[in-house]
Each structure stands twice: as C-alpha cells, then as structure tokens.
C-alpha cells in the first residue's frame, strides 16, 4: 500500500484516474443523449396524434353511439354532410 501511495505521488498512478473521469464524461454525455433524443420522440408522437382530427361524420358518429343525439336527427345532420 505504501509503494501505491508513493507511486501515485511521483505521477504514476494518475493515468488510472484520468481514463476513469473519460470515461465517466462520456457515459453523462450518452445518458444525456439518450433522454434527449427520448424526450424529443416521446413530443413528436404527441404533436402528430393531436393534428389526427376527427371529421365532422366522425363525431357525428359518436354522438349517435354514445346515445347524445336520436335516430331522427342523426340521419338528418348526416344527409347535411353529405354521407
């Protein structure tokens, strides 16, 4: 342990410590890169899934399912919209 201390002392053992903090810089930066890149997928899915509007007859559609409108004035608002 001695010979250790006193290498390290006379510059021997820092050429360890300097790839050691190389290689710690470069696993932040790949940690940093992969939440970057993550975060910036993760936003486009939820930029493009909210441009996917509904149609009118979509809606439409819905309501009529979800029992929000009758029978009468959903054929009615369809033939309004063409379909």
């Known amino acids: ?6 290498n390290m ?3 021997q053992g820092c ?4 790839l050691g903090m190389i290689g ?3 696993f932040w930066i790949l940690a940093i ?4 890149t993550f975060v910036v997928l993760l936003a486009k ?3 493009s ?3 996917q509007e509904k149609s ?3 809606i439409l559609n819905a309501r009529y399912a979800s029992g929000e409108i009758k029978r009468d004035e959903y054929e009615q608002k369809k033939r309004d919209l063409g379909g």
Do not use: E, Q
Not at 33 to 36: F, R
């Open 45 to 47: 899915g939820v930029s």
């Open 24 to 26: 710690m810089a470069l």
């Open 56 to 58: 009118a007859l979509d």
């Open 1 to 6: 342990m001695w010979s250790n201390m006193v």
């Open 33 to 36: 890169a992969i939440i970057v």
């Open 49 to 51: 899934r909210d441009r």
């Open 9 to 11: 002392m006379n510059g």
């Open 15 to 18: 050429s360890g410590m300097g």
